[in-house]
Nanobody, 123 residues
Framework: QVQLVESGGGLVQAGGSLRLSCAASGRSFGSSTMAWFRQAPGKEREFAAAIPWSGGSTAYADSVKGRFTISRDNTKNTVYLQMNSLKPEDTAVYYC????????????????WGQGTQVTVSS
């Protein structure tokens, strides 16, 4: 059974930084895509960033490009999301997700999800 456990959320002032972690377990992730999504109150869950577990090109939503960096540490089975220059509009619950195969930008294509971690950016 796949388990994804996020951590690292919190309250930060605008312009600040946070690093989210997603610890993955329960299967081999060699052919998987790992992604971060986020969901603000009253809004749909949206794609933020994705990375192949085996390495390769990353992908970002336009809204976070240049500010967020996704990375992974295969030795720790962990995916990270480094978030810099945070804005109040980045406030959301951030979810780690996984799927076997190449990346998609739609949440419906990811069968495995973590429980989410709250990120709040104050102005």
């Amino acid at each position: 059974q796949v388990q994804l456990v996020e951590s690292g959320g919190g309250l930060v002032q605008a312009g600040g930084s946070l690093r989210l972690s997603c610890a993955a377990s329960g299967r081999s992730f060699g052919s998987s895509t790992m992604a971060w999504f986020r969901q603000a109150p009253g809004k749909e869950r949206e794609f933020a960033a994705a990375i192949p577990w085996s390495g390769g090109s990353t992908a970002y939503a336009d809204s976070v490009k240049g500010r967020f960096t996704i990375s992974r540490d295969n030795t720790k089975n962990t995916v990270y999301l480094q978030m810099n220059s945070l804005k109040p509009e980045d406030t959301a619950v951030y979810y780690c997700a996984a799927r076997v195969g190449s990346r998609y930008f739609s949440a419906s294509q990811y069968p495995y999800w973590g429980q989410g971690t709250q990120v709040t950016v104050s102005s």
